[in-house]
């Protein structure tokens, strides 16, 4: 990931210091590049280091570490400086902020307050769009009716991407109630949404990996509650802390969103870089994207990060072609997945991904082609006045409609 932040750190206490290290450590977004137990030494190690960002444990000697701050703003003015004190004494503060500072944190350390404040650092130092751009994609998976096909194109786009070594992805289940990521990968969770979001505050990222699921393919899952009655437990602020823990944590994380529309499902819009609407070309699902994209415009932002993505093209012949889909939503496709019924029931039965079950086929290939267009590696494909795809989208090129299959 890029904009990561390069952080040196210096505080003479060792135990806050190992504390943060370990933090820290679990961080996608922040490089560890310097640590050092006296304040006297630490103008050299930014000298020598160039941090973007400089973190001053203050209680050990509050005096020495503010002049530290002072000394910083005048040799190493790149150099954000973050100070952290169990302190919340106002004069502290405030002579820190005019000492410099640009943040403030109280100790211990609370995971989600440190991730707002790098954010807030990295936003200054890069500007909002480039942190956007560059930062993890979130990318969330909603459909126009139920059983379209979302959550297959959500774990098995979320396999794909983790199958990139330079890639850590987390999939979370938003289907609270009937989520079936964890029956898709065959997985036994020891933990699920509820003890991740309900715990948040207490959480360092090694617990927080520790509370997910690794499946075989290197993706981590983190599947909805186990009892219908648990998921009224998670609020739309729950759900935000733990999911910007998780941002915090890995480049990409996919959300299989449920199809209530509910409270939580939009708190996961709002974050998301991208919502993948899923479709499959008959009239109850083309007027259902009407309706929600005329919803989605009500909300600030929202509607630009639609992608629609038609599945099981080829299902029937009796399905509205692309071009009049095109036209009846009003809004481009971007993406097309075949159908396959023989490969998906495979999949859904024996709980592995496409990748591992069918790697060949046309429909994983579609899929990890879906993964390099929403990560900038491939062209999306377009349709043109015909209806055809339009850009080089191997699968519809090579195989369709001759592959067309029907259930
Ligand atoms: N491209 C495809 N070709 C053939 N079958 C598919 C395809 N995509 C999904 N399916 C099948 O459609 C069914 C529903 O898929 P899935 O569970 O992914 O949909 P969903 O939208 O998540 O459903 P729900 O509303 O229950 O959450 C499954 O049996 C799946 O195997
Ligand atoms: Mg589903």
Redesign the pocket.
Same mark, same amino acid.
Request: overall charge negative.
């Given at each position: 990931m890029s904009n990561v932040l390069r952080l040196a750190i210096v505080d003479p206490n060792d135990t806050a210091r190992e504390s943060l290290k370990a933090t820290l450590l679990g961080m996608d977004m922040v490089w560890l590049e310097a640590e050092c137990s006296r304040y006297e030494f630490f103008t050299d190690v930014v000298r020598q280091t160039n941090p973007d960002i400089g973190f001053i444990g203050l209680d050990k000697d509050p005096e020495r570490a503010l002049e530290l701050v002072e000394r910083l703003r005048e040799s190493a003015p790149e150099c954000s400086v973050l100070v952290a004190s169990q302190s919340t004494d106002g004069n502290l503060i405030l002579r820190a902020m005019r000492a410099g500072v640009k943040e403030f944190l109280t100790q211990p350390i609370q995971i989600q307050d440190l991730v707002a404040a790098l954010e807030r650092i990295n936003r200054q130092r890069h500007g909002d769009s480039d942190v956007r751009s560059s930062g993890t994609r979130v990318i969330a998976v909603a $459909?126009a #009716?139920?059983?379209? $096909?979302? #959550?297959?194109?959500?774990?098995n786009l979320a396999c794909d991407l983790a199958s990139e070594e330079r890639n850590s992805v987390v999939l979370v289940d938003l289907?609270l109630c009937?989520?079936?990521a964890d029956v898709?990968l065959d997985a036994i969770p020891d933990y699920t949404l509820v003890d991740v979001a309900q715990n948040v505050g207490r959480l360092d990222f090694t617990l927080l990996k520790r509370s997910l699921t690794k499946h075989s393919s290197g993706l981590y899952l983190l599947p909805r509650p186990v009892q219908l009655e648990d998921t009224k437990l998670i609020t739309p602020d729950d759900l935000r802390r733990a999911l910007g823990l998780l941002k915090a944590t890995f480049t990409h994380m996919i959300i299989?969103a449920?199809?209530g529309y509910s409270e939580l499902d939009m708190a996961a819009f709002e974050m998301a870089t991208d919502v993948l609407l899923?479709t499959q070309l008959d009239l109850p699902c083309l007027r259902n994207v009407v309706r929600l994209m005329m919803s989605f415009g009500e909300i600030d932002g929202l509607k630009e990060k639609v992608k629609v993505i038609v599945?099981?093209v080829g299902?029937s012949n009796n399905h509205i072609s692309l071009k009049k889909a095109r036209e009846t939503i009003g809004t481009d496709i971007y993406w097309q997945?075949?159908?396959?019924?023989r490969?998906?029931?495979d999949?859904?039965n024996n709980g592995v991904p496409l990748l591992e079950q069918a790697p060949k086929a046309p429909?994983t290939q579609s899929i990890g082609m879906l993964a390099d267009a929403l990560t900038g590696k491939e062209t999306a494909t377009g349709t043109d006045e015909s209806g055809q795809a339009s850009t080089g989208h191997r699968w519809l090129h090579n195989i369709w409609p001759a592959r067309s299959k029907s259930?």
């Open positions: $459909g #009716t139920g059983g379209v $096909g979302s #959550t297959s194109v959500a774990v289907d009937l989520g079936d898709c299989d449920s199809k899923v599945n099981r299902l997945l075949p159908n396959d019924y490969v998906m029931v999949v859904r429909i259930q």
